[in-house]
T-cell receptor
Framework: DTGVSQDPRHKITKRGQNVTFRCDPI?????LYWYRQTLGQGPEFLTY????????KSRLLSDRFSAERPKGSFSTLEIQRTEQGDSAMYLC?????????????FGPGTRLTVL | AQSVTQLDSQVPVFEEAPVELRCNYS??????LFWYVQYPNQGLQLLLK????STLVKGINGFEAEFNKSQTSFHLRKPSVHISDTAEYFC?????????WGAGTKLIIKP
């Protein structure tokens, strides 16, 4: 099964440190999404790529956050100078364009804890 | 802008009893509707989706949902739940690709 994978699954860091997460989408999917989920809430959209182009960024994505998808395959999400408020589950999803609407397939998430 | 309200944060139900998880949405444009399930320590998995056509949508694991445009609702139902249905259920809507999510409903199955 080649579903969406995310690495690491858990990350504990100290406030002020930089962290980077990786997402590997389903291989034939050209669209990739990042969401953030805090405890007791549904996911919130962060950003969206079609192939290597970042087509939309949420206002939630401050300038400390940057995402890339250099060759239109895997993606990285970097958070600089982490804050305690960044503690959350970071979810990646992928989909294949075509038809009225895509179905997004989710990875298991990376849980970030900022101490 | 769109918003999604899941009216119950938790729903306890006895095993083999029916269940309904409620979802209401607000949108000024047409949207597509989804239910996802998140089992403990696992990622989000699509249960079912409504794109167009019949308002009654059947999904995996015996779940179904009915789209009601006049009431802007998309409630999820199952006629008989099992212990394996213990999970958190999320309703989501989108006009394009950006999913807008409810806060989730935890389904608690009582033996």
């Amino acid at each position: 099964d080649t579903g969406v994978s995310q690495d690491p699954r858990h990350k504990i860091t100290k406030r002020g440190q930089n962290v980077t997460f990786r997402c590997d989408p389903i291989s034939e999917h050209n669209r990739l999404y990042w969401y953030r989920q805090t405890l007791g809430q549904g996911p919130e959209f962060l950003t969206y790529f079609q192939n290597e182009a970042q087509l939309e960024k949420s206002r939630l994505l401050s300038d400390r956050f940057s995402a890339e998808r250099p060759k239109g395959s895997f993606s990285t999400l970097e958070i600089q100078r982490t804050e305690q408020g960044d503690s959350a589950m970071y979810l990646c999803a992928s989909s294949s364009s075509g038809g009225a609407i895509d179905t997004q397939y989710f990875g298991p998430g990376t849980r970030l804890t900022v101490l | 802008a769109q918003s999604v309200t899941q009216l119950d944060s938790q729903v306890p139900v006895f095993e083999e009893a029916p269940v309904e998880l409620r979802c209401n949405y607000s949108s000024s444009v047409s949207v597509y509707l989804f239910w996802y399930v998140q089992y403990p320590n696992q990622g989000l998995q699509l249960l079912l989706k409504y794109l167009s056509g019949s308002t009654l949508v059947k999904g995996i694991n015996g779940f179904e949902a009915e789209f009601n445009k006049s009431q802007t609702s998309f409630h999820l139902r199952k006629p008989s739940v099992h212990i394996s249905d213990t999970a958190e259920y999320f309703c989501a809507v989108t006009p394009n690709y950006q999913l807008i999510w409810g806060a989730g409903t935890k389904l608690i199955i009582k033996p």
